[in-house]
């Protein structure tokens, strides 16, 4: 072996190596590529469920909130119902309550009056 196919050995040798430096750095970039792309596919599927879990909670929510008013509703149409039958929807009534109660009042102390003698 002469002294030019040494040296053309230990060229190709450090070629050789250079492209191994190179694939091996392309492998190390294609792998994290690959880590990356599977912890991202990962929390965009966790992040969806947590979104489709909490929908689901907004929609219990709403509809139990949304009985409540109806229970609300139907508690206050009854009293409603019932002040007007009574006849206590009539914004004079407070006024005719009040009076009534003078009465009443003037009413007792009179009787009391009455049993002192």
């Known amino acids: 072996m ?13 070629e050789d190596f250079a492209r191994k430096i ?3 750095g392309l ?4 792998k994290s590529y690959d880590e990356v792309q599977n912890r991202y596919d ?3 599927t966790d992040t969806q469920k947590v ?11 709403e509809s139990q909130a949304k ?18 039958k009574l006849g206590l929807d009539d914004p004079t009534t407070e ?17 009391e009056k009455l049993a002192a003698r």
């Open 51 to 61: 979104f489709h879990e909490l929908v689901a909670k907004g929609e219990k929510i």
């Open 95 to 111: 006024d005719k309550v009040e009076e009534l109660s003078a009465k009443i009042d003037a009413l007792t102390e009179a009787v």
């Open 22 to 24: 190179w694939l091996a």
């Open 67 to 84: 009985t409540k008013i109806k229970e609300q509703t139907n508690v206050e149409a009854r009293v409603e119902e019932v002040r007007r």
């Open 42 to 44: 990962k929390i965009s």
């Open 27 to 30: 492998g190390a970039y294609g």
């Open 2 to 14: 002469t002294k030019l196919d040494t040296i053309k050995g230990k060229v190709g040798e450090a």
